[in-house]
């Protein structure tokens, strides 16, 4: 072996100590054997080119050079997809997560083209007839036009209903008419807008008959695609450097009484007829918000992947990684060895398997709603969209925070951006604003909650995720304290429904001394934001459970062991975060509480000789991690020292600077 591809001997040695099937927990995590299997071999198609590789790290390009790189990357993955990758996985799979994430191998950032794929492509396929589809999807696939998903203004972005910009029908010419009548009205943020998209989605104001329908979405061509120019009557350009996302081109967009055909609504909800006469959407009144419902669900994935990635990262580092000493004189140990280490890593790994599993389940539910709603039901989608709403809020802020600490618990090295920590921060930090900003959605959440507390109170059996409520009128006084798995997550129902029936009281309180409804539900979005958040942990930690015991039921022994361990630190550790809320509405008692964290000791101790099995288990390629210190191979040191030569910075012994600025201020007197 050459020291290149030596592997680091204290990781080696922690890979001779895992004493589980690394393979099993892999097929688990990615959903069977059969789902592993393609992505490898999608990986093994996509990556083996090694056309990942930059001379120069993108983080020494400047802005111009960057985003040139990014497109140039972003073609050459695009190009090995079409040819190759979808050969062998067929075309239904161009959108999926294991596609999206083997793009992380080229771009330590964003490719331009991630809305192409994430939202305008979706956008069609959601929104549109299947006329409108058979115009646009071909060719949105095969790449022939580029978009983006314009909603979000300079003035508006929670506030969907308070959007400006506006398209009017012209019956004469049968086109709508796009306009932007204020600064605020300026589309704003939406990545790949600013230089890449020829085409986008915009969402508008629908004026027909002299009357508003509300905003709906059309597709828009912006750019001429032969020399790219902006369209006449298109303003569109970048919108400048930003804490992460620096290669997504996010730009702004308006319109100067800009026409398009009327065929470029999206139809599949609503429709303008050639007349100007509007058909109402029949079923459910926020069906265009389907695009934002499917990227939320997305997003739950997402959110536990790139978790994986940062503790695979910090795991590793943490093996190779020596300091201080316990006893004098005495070897220093590996900081995974500091159980404080292993507290903040332990976590990450659970709650990446938590949020992975949450994710599948959350998927199966959307699809289970598509389907229904195909047949014309739409009574799903209220706690669709509740979940899918807190789902995404907490996973994205979990994940933001886990990722800080993963950095944290690298000390100095974390910072550096060739760890890919920094990147991976800021890319997920941006994940709990976009979307739907964390307060907003859990407000959501809340409204629903609200609403079947009322059913549940009326004694009407409320739907799956919510049942604990229906309990709720039927136990009296607080939760019976029980250490088991099924005990803790059914005091943490009672939480959230105590929670909920306090918000309750709160707002009839309110309202009986005066208070409109309105003014009552402001004044209690603290509490309401708290109990959506107590809920939605109570969905996380009863899925998480429930799909460990029905996955691993043939698993192997030493596989279901360490499995049910980390589902027990994650139902522990929230416990112990949560001591407060348990006190108050559940028989715990002090000895309880004791118990409950020499319980959390005790499994840190248990999975530390498997944690590098574990992060193993995510088998997330280097190429993907894209980090000097979390490879494989464990070769840390050797890394960083490699990354220094990259360094434009080191090229010549003595900077240009030196001789214009610095030799004539030491030189001056003062
Ligand atoms: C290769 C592809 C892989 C994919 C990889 C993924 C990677 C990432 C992909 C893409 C990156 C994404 C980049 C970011 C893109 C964006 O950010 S696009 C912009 C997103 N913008 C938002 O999310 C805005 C958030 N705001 C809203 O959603 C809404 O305005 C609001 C819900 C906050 C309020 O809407 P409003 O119309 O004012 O409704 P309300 O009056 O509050 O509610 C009325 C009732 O409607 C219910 N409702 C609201 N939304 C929905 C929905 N979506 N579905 C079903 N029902 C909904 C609401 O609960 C109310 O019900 P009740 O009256 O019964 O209480
Ligand atoms: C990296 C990135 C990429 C993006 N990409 C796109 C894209 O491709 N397309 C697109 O259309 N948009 C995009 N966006 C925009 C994004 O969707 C919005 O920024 C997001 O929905 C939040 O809206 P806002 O910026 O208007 O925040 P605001 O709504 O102004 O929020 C500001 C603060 O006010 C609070 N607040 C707002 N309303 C309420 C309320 N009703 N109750 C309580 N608190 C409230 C929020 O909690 C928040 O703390 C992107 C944003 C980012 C950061």
Redesign the pocket.
């Known amino acids: 072996m050459t020291s290149k591809n030596k592997i680091n001997e204290d990781l080696a040695n922690e890979r001779r100590k895992c004493n589980f099937n690394i393979e099993e927990v892999t097929y688990i995590l990615d959903g069977g054997k059969e789902k592993t299997l393609q992505r490898k071999k999608i990986e093994d198609v996509a990556l083996n080119g090694g056309a990942s590789v930059d001379d120069i790290p993108e983080e020494y390009l400047s802005a111009r050079e960057r985003y040139e790189n990014a497109i140039r990357k972003s073609c050459i993955y695009t190009n090995i997809v079409k040819n190759e990758v979808l050969e062998i996985t067929g075309i239904e799979n161009y959108g999926s997560p294991v596609l999206r994430r083997t793009g992380d191998a080229f771009f330590k950032d964003i490719s331009p083209f991630m809305?192409h794929l994430g939202?305008f492509v979706p956008s069609i396929i959601g929104q549109c007839t299947a006329e409108q589809q058979a115009t646009w999807l071909p060719r949105a696939l095969d790449m022939k036009i580029i978009g983006?998903?314009?909603?979000?203004e300079l003035?508006?972005?929670?506030?969907i209903r308070g959007l400006e910009t506006t398209a009017t029908y012209d019956p004469e010419t049968e086109e709508f008419v796009l306009h932007s009548p204020t600064i605020t009205s300026y589309?704003?943020?939406?990545?790949?807008?600013g230089r890449t998209a020829n085409h986008c989605t915009v969402?508008a104001q629908l004026y027909t008959q002299g009357k508003c329908h509300g905003t709906h979405l059309f597709i828009v061509q912006i750019r001429d695609l032969e020399t790219h120019m902006p369209l006449p009557g298109v303003k569109v350009g970048e919108i400048g450097p930003?804490?992460?996302?620096n290669t997504?081109d996010?730009g702004f967009l308006g319109f100067n009484n800009y026409r398009i055909p009327r065929m470029n609504m999206m139809m599949k909800n609503a429709q303008v007829l050639k007349d100007g006469t509007y058909v109402k959407a029949a079923r459910h009144g926020k069906l265009t918000y389907g695009t934002m419902v499917f990227v939320r669900v997305t997003l739950v994935g997402e959110a536990s992947f790139n978790l994986a990635k940062a503790v695979t990262i910090a795991v590793r580092y943490s093996a190779v990684r020596r300091q201080s000493e316990l006893r004098p004189g005495s070897i220093e140990p590996q900081i995974l060895d500091y159980p404080t280490q292993q507290h903040k890593l332990f976590i990450c790994i659970a709650t990446a398997h938590a949020f992975q599993l949450t994710a599948s389940w959350l998927w199966n539910t959307f699809t289970a709603v598509q389907a229904e709603m195909k047949k014309g039901n739409v009574d799903t989608l209220p706690e669709l969209h509740a979940l899918s709403s807190c789902l995404k809020a907490l996973s994205t802020s979990d994940a933001t925070a886990y990722i800080e600490q993963c950095r944290f618990a690298c000390g100095g090295h974390g910072y550096m951006l060739s760890s890919n920590l920094p990147f991976l921060y800021a890319f997920v930090v941006?994940t709990r604003?976009?979307?739907?900003?964390?307060?907003?959605l859990l407000?959501q959440t809340a409204r629903f909650l609200v609403k079947a507390w009322e059913q549940a109170e009326s004694g009407k059996v409320v739907t799956p995720t919510v049942a604990y409520l229906n309990r709720h009128f039927t136990t009296n006084g607080k939760m019976i304290w029980d250490n088991s798995p099924e005990g803790i997550i059914r005091v943490f129902q009672s939480v959230a429904a105590g929670k909920i029936s306090l918000c309750v009281r709160s707002i009839r309180n309110r309202i009986t001394s005066g208070m409109d409804h309105e003014d009552a539900w402001l004044m209690t979005?603290v509490q309401l934001v708290n109990a959506a958040e107590a809920h939605c942990r109570s969905v996380i930690l009863h899925t998480y459970w429930n799909e460990i015991v029905r996955l691993t039921k043939h698993s192997s022994d030493n596989v279901k062991t360490v499995l049910n361990q980390l589902v027990m630190l994650y139902l522990t550790y929230w416990a112990l975060e949560r001591t407060g809320d348990l006190l108050r509405y559940s028989t715990i008692s002090e000895n309880d509480i004791d118990l409950l964290q020499r319980q959390y000791e005790e499994l840190l101790v248990k999975i530390r000789p498997n944690a590098v099995g574990l992060v193993d288990a995510f088998d997330i390629r280097d190429e993907i991690l894209q980090s000097t210190l979390g490879s494989y191979d464990g070769r840390v040191y050797e890394r960083l020292m490699e990354e220094v030569q990259k360094n434009p910075l080191n090229k010549e012994p003595v900077d240009p600077s030196f001789h214009k600025y610095l030799k004539p201020l030491m030189k001056s007197k003062i």
């Open positions: 809305l939202m983006a998903y314009a909603q979000t003035g508006h972005g929670t506030f589309k704003w943020w939406a990545g790949g807008l969402v930003r804490m992460g996302f997504a996010n941006a604003t976009y979307e739907g900003d964390y307060t907003v407000l979005t």
